[in-house]
């Protein structure tokens, strides 16, 4: 099943946007739309708070990475200050989807 996003106005692609493909293209209602879109979000969301990996086949991984203390510096006065333990969510696109990119890749979007 295609998805026709030509018609959308800003180069990012929002919950709104998607929410509205579901309405058009699904038959779903406005509500149903926004609430599976928002439980698809949720779910992903949640995942990666709890540290699970989110693996979404042929698009890609979501995972989490701590990234260990260490010493940072400040741009403005060189002053050095210390950069705390976090976590992040890094992204690796799968192999088909890096092959999409590539092969749409003089085109334009």
Avoid: C, W, Y
Avoid at 2 to 30: H, M, R, W, Y
Avoid at 64 to 89: D, L
């Amino acid at each position: 099943m295609d998805f026709a996003v030509e018609s959308l106005e800003t180069p990012a692609l929002t919950k709104a946007q998607l929410s509205e493909l579901l309405f058009e293209q699904i038959g779903l209602n406005k509500r149903e739309s926004k609430d599976m879109i928002d439980a698809f979000f949720d779910l992903i969301a949640d995942s990666l708070v709890e540290g699970k990996d989110v693996k979404i086949s042929g698009f890609g991984n979501f995972q989490i990475r701590t990234k260990a203390p260490r010493p940072g510096r400040n741009p403005r006065t060189g002053e050095a200050i210390p950069i705390q333990a976090r976590r992040v969510v890094t992204f690796h696109a799968s192999h088909k989807l890096k092959e999409q990119i590539q092969s749409q890749g003089g085109e334009g979007n």
